[in-house]
């Protein structure tokens, strides 16, 4: 008899442990789940809070070539367009080319900058030059104009779509690359430069530029930026 009681109360001890580690287990489940859900949900807004215009930028990137050109590649192919035109059209510099095409920037300023004022814009031109490489972003028109035929009830809207799909590859590129810890800015020395571009580079004459984005390595402090107040930004109707 006692062996059987005892034997019953370890049992229903066993059980009350059982019933305790379940509860707890899938307890501490749940939690986890909901973390890495609020993680991965953070994670996407840091990455955005990470882009930031990068003035000082060099060229000391520890990324090959091949991995840089593939993110750019991923970031823009992964962009929405509308009518899923996939205008946007990228041009991705390194090295000597990169270099080429900010002396070509440089020389295309001197020419139309008034004298007393063209060290400034050479000094911004040369920490341009400083950096790793550069994106172009063009715009094909060709592919424009073919939806304007297509759909000419919504032909003066392709333009401003355009505009807006590049915005987003320009975006895109600029937060992948900052979530890989390199600094970019975005400029925009067209159309004075278009044309000594698209002879230099040999350009497709239905491309029009739109940005350029030059990156490297990030080589100055990041400090805060402001912000207006939420009520002047956004409204909220229930």
Not at 64 to 88: D, F, G, K, M, N
Not at 95 to 108: A, P, R, T
Not at 124 to 135: E, N, P, R, S
Request: net charge neutral.
């Amino acid at each position: 008899i006692h062996a059987n009681f005892f034997v019953e109360k370890v049992m229903a001890l066993l059980d009350k442990i059982g019933h305790v580690l379940t509860s707890d287990i899938t307890k501490d489940f749940k939690l986890k789940k909901k973390n890495v859900s609020v993680i991965e949900e953070s994670t996407f807004i840091d990455q955005l809070k990470k882009r930031r215009n990068i003035s000082e930028l060099g060229d000391k990137l520890r990324f090959s070539q091949t991995y840089l050109t593939e993110l750019i590649q991923e970031s823009v192919r992964s962009c929405p367009s509308a009518h899923h035109s996939q205008s946007t059209r990228v041009v991705i510099l390194y090295g000597n080319s990169h270099h080429k095409f900010w002396n070509i920037v440089k020389e295309m300023q001197r020419k139309i900058v008034p004298f007393n004022i063209f060290a400034g814009t050479a000094v911004k031109i040369d920490q341009c030059l400083k950096a790793y490489g550069t994106v172009l972003f063009y715009e094909d028109q060709a592919v424009i104009k073919q939806l304007q035929k297509k759909r000419p009830f919504d032909a003066e809207e392709f333009p401003i779509w355009s505009e807006q799909t590049s915005g987003m590859a320009q975006f895109a590129v600029w937060t992948a690359l900052a979530d890989s810890d390199i600094g970019a800015s975005l400029q925009h020395y067209n159309p004075i430069i278009d044309e000594e571009i698209a002879k230099s580079f040999d350009i497709d004459e239905n491309w029009k530029l739109r940005a350029q984005l030059v990156f490297g390595s990030i080589e100055q402090e990041i400090v805060e930026k402001p912000f207006i107040d939420y009520e002047q930004q956004f409204k909220v109707f229930h």
